[in-house]
């Protein structure tokens, strides 16, 4: 490490092992000599398929074996350039109200997407329910959403360039609080005065599912106003029970990202439960009341509880659609019902890489943002959208003739390949194709099968990323770290 003494790089190592054992900032792993999350999600793909009569008692946390492994974080702070960091920040509030007008454009949707659901057995799956839900007429219009945009840094112009945008189930927020405490804490040990930005995403998050609680609650009282027969000596009614489902998956490696967030809710007076995705079936009930209520039976208690808000850790690979027996239906459920989805199905669907891929053509942003009342032809925020497409890159689909023909140029070209990097549609990163090896890997599909994919230009970050990442127990990495930068 550039600056830093042998003692000093010992001092931190030392701090940094007992400050991660002491802030749980820890992975959960469950086969033994296994901590791979790969591994993990494979055991989890494995289980689903058995039948469903076994896949309760098979798949549940406490009946296997587990152990930890600390988090991989970087010994020192990574610098990134402040001007772009606000800038990140500032830009976060149009993506937001950019999606969620993307969620609410039907005919768009449907346009954009129509060549996915004919071959991607997840996207044809959630839009089957999307339009389950649609003809069956919303019960609730709030979406709570935990949207965050990633971004790279492109060493051409020193411009943040976004690499995608986490509309559901994002994951990462209390680590990363928890990281940024950490560096704080050791750089006052070491009396550095340097000035590291603030990270209160656990508060952040339990205050938004909170006040989407409230909303929730609101609406119950609107309600039986609406209902209540015009009677004086009327019994009151008593006040309903109500929580908090957090949807999550077996055999979660992640756990202590999300446990602080429903700590934070409890603190706060709301009860706040789990549900693993293979459960939902039996641990929810949908009312037949006309404002279809869910219910959740939660453990060791004999009333159920009224859900208000549910958020979703799980949902977001095909086998919990395909392979586990009740997953349609229970995600039609719970879209159907009147809680609160954080967010809903038609959000969800925004997550497609083919939907970011649409927005970088000509007019699309203007088209969804100048609906916005906030954004007049006179108001300072028209200014913004130019900033917001500037951290587009090029990115390419099969689907319309025009990008096909550059799609074929690319792949078929050596030079041109080595600049482009090919991402599943559903996929958060972990199975990127790059440059050379596209090519091959396309000829293991059927051409049919490339309309699930996307071939994005390559983000070039700046040759300044060497350092130190320090990983499970004393090994500590020396070399290139590509860094990106989420902001919610």
Same mark, same amino acid.
């Given at each position: 490490?550039?600056?830093?003494?042998?003692?000093?790089?010992?001092?931190?190592?030392?701090?940094?092992?007992?400050?991660?054992?002491?802030?749980?900032?820890?992975?959960?792993?469950?086969?033994?000599?296994?901590?791979?999350?790969?591994?993990?999600?494979?055991?989890?793909?494995?289980?689903?398929?058995?039948?469903?009569?076994?896949?309760?008692?098979?798949?549940?946390?406490?009946?296997?074996?587990?152990?930890?492994?600390?988090?991989?974080?970087?010994?020192?702070?990574?610098?990134?350039?402040?001007?772009?960091?606000?800038?990140?920040?500032?830009?976060?509030?149009?993506?937001?109200?950019?999606?969620?007008?993307?969620?609410?454009?039907?005919?768009?949707?449907?346009?954009?997407?129509?060549?996915?659901?004919?071959?991607?057995?997840?996207?044809?799956?959630?839009?089957?329910?999307?339009?389950?839900?649609?003809?069956?007429?919303?019960?609730?219009?709030?979406?709570?959403?935990?949207?965050?945009?990633?971004?790279?840094?492109?060493?051409?112009?020193?411009?943040?360039?976004?690499?995608?945008?986490?509309?559901?189930? !994002?994951?990462?927020?209390?680590?990363? &609080?928890?990281?940024?405490?950490?560096?704080?804490?050791?750089?006052?040990?070491?009396?550095?005065?340097?000035?590291?930005?603030?990270?209160?995403?656990?508060?952040?998050?339990?205050?938004?599912?909170?006040?989407?609680?409230?909303?929730?609650? #609101?609406?119950?009282?609107?309600?039986?106003?609406?209902?209540?027969?015009?009677?004086?000596?009327?019994?009151?009614?008593?006040?309903?029970?109500?929580?908090?489902?957090?949807?999550?998956?077996?055999?979660?490696?992640?756990?202590?990202?999300?446990?602080?967030?429903? #700590?934070?809710?409890?603190?706060?007076?709301?009860?706040?439960?789990?549900?693993?995705?293979?459960?939902?079936?039996?641990?929810?009930?949908?009312?037949?009341?006309?404002?279809?209520?869910?219910?959740?039976?939660?453990?060791?208690?004999?009333?159920?509880?009224?859900?208000?808000?549910?958020?979703?850790? !799980?949902?977001?690979?095909?086998?919990?659609?395909?392979?586990?027996?009740?997953?349609?239906?229970?995600?039609?459920?719970?879209?159907?019902?009147?809680?609160?989805? %954080?967010?809903?199905?038609?959000? #969800?669907?925004?997550? %497609?890489?083919?939907? &970011?891929?649409?927005?970088?053509?000509?007019?699309?942003?203007?088209?969804?943002?100048?609906?916005?009342?906030?954004?007049?032809?006179?108001? !300072?925020?028209?200014?913004?959208?130019?900033?917001?497409?500037?951290?587009?890159?090029?990115?390419?689909?099969?689907?319309?003739?025009?990008?096909?023909?550059?799609?074929?140029?690319?792949?078929?070209?050596?030079?041109?390949?080595?600049?482009?990097?090919?991402?599943?549609?559903?996929?958060?990163?972990?199975?990127?194709?790059?440059?050379?090896?596209?090519?091959?890997?396309?000829?293991?599909?059927?051409?049919?099968?490339?309309?699930?994919?996307?071939?994005?230009?390559?983000?070039?970050?700046?040759?300044?990323?060497?350092?130190?990442?320090?990983?499970?127990?004393?090994?500590?990495?020396?070399?290139?770290?590509?860094?990106?930068?989420?902001?919610?």
């Amino acid at each position: 490490m550039t600056g830093v003494t042998e003692e000093e790089r010992e001092h931190r190592i030392q701090e940094i092992q007992d400050y991660r054992l002491t802030h749980g900032m820890l992975l959960k792993g469950f086969e033994s000599g296994s901590h791979n999350p790969s591994r993990l999600n494979q055991l989890w793909h494995r289980i689903s398929k058995k039948p469903s009569t076994l896949c309760a008692c098979q798949v549940s946390e406490t009946n296997l074996p587990w152990t930890t492994r600390p988090l991989a974080v970087s010994i020192l702070p990574t610098p990134f350039p402040k001007h772009l960091f606000k800038q990140a920040q500032e830009l976060q509030p149009l993506f937001n109200e950019l999606y969620l007008r993307v969620a609410s454009d039907h005919d768009w949707l449907r346009g954009v997407l129509s060549p996915l659901i004919e071959h991607d057995p997840l996207v044809a799956s959630l839009w089957k329910i999307y339009e389950q839900v649609r003809n069956a007429g919303s019960k609730q219009h709030v979406v709570c959403g935990i949207f965050r945009s990633d971004y790279m840094i492109d060493s051409h112009d020193s411009t943040l360039k976004q690499v995608e945008m986490n509309v559901f189930s !994002a994951s990462g927020f209390s680590h990363a &609080q928890n990281v940024a405490n950490m560096h704080q804490h050791i750089q006052q040990t070491c009396g550095s005065s340097a000035d590291l930005p603030k990270n209160k995403n656990v508060d952040g998050i339990a205050d938004m599912l909170a006040e989407a609680n409230r909303i929730y609650c #609101h609406q119950l009282v609107s309600t039986r106003n609406e209902e209540a027969l015009p009677s004086t000596e009327a019994s009151p009614v008593p006040q309903p029970k109500i929580c908090i489902l957090l949807i999550v998956q077996p055999t979660n490696f992640n756990i202590a990202d999300e446990r602080p967030i429903e #700590h934070a809710l409890w603190s706060r007076n709301i009860p706040c439960y789990r549900c693993e995705w293979q459960d939902i079936s039996t641990r929810t009930q949908l009312l037949s009341d006309q404002n279809r209520t869910l219910l959740f039976h939660p453990p060791n208690k004999q009333e159920p509880l009224q859900v208000s808000v549910v958020y979703y850790r !799980a949902g977001y690979q095909p086998h919990e659609y395909l392979h586990i027996p009740s997953g349609m239906d229970s995600r039609l459920r719970i879209e159907l019902s009147r809680a609160i989805k %954080c967010p809903d199905i038609a959000t #969800h669907l925004t997550t %497609c890489k083919t939907v &970011q891929q649409a927005l970088t053509k000509e007019g699309v942003v203007e088209k969804f943002l100048s609906r916005s009342s906030s954004l007049d032809a006179t108001s !300072a925020s028209t200014k913004e959208i130019p900033a917001l497409k500037n951290t587009f890159v090029e990115m390419l689909s099969i689907d319309s003739p025009p990008s096909r023909n550059d799609w074929v140029g690319v792949i078929s070209g050596p030079t041109r390949v080595a600049n482009y990097v090919l991402k599943a549609n559903g996929d958060g990163g972990g199975h990127n194709v790059y440059g050379e090896a596209i090519p091959a890997y396309l000829k293991t599909l059927k051409e049919e099968e490339w309309k699930k994919f996307i071939l994005m230009r390559r983000i070039e970050p700046p040759n300044e990323t060497q350092g130190s990442l320090l990983l499970a127990g004393d090994r500590a990495f020396k070399g290139e770290v590509v860094s990106e930068l989420g902001v919610a």
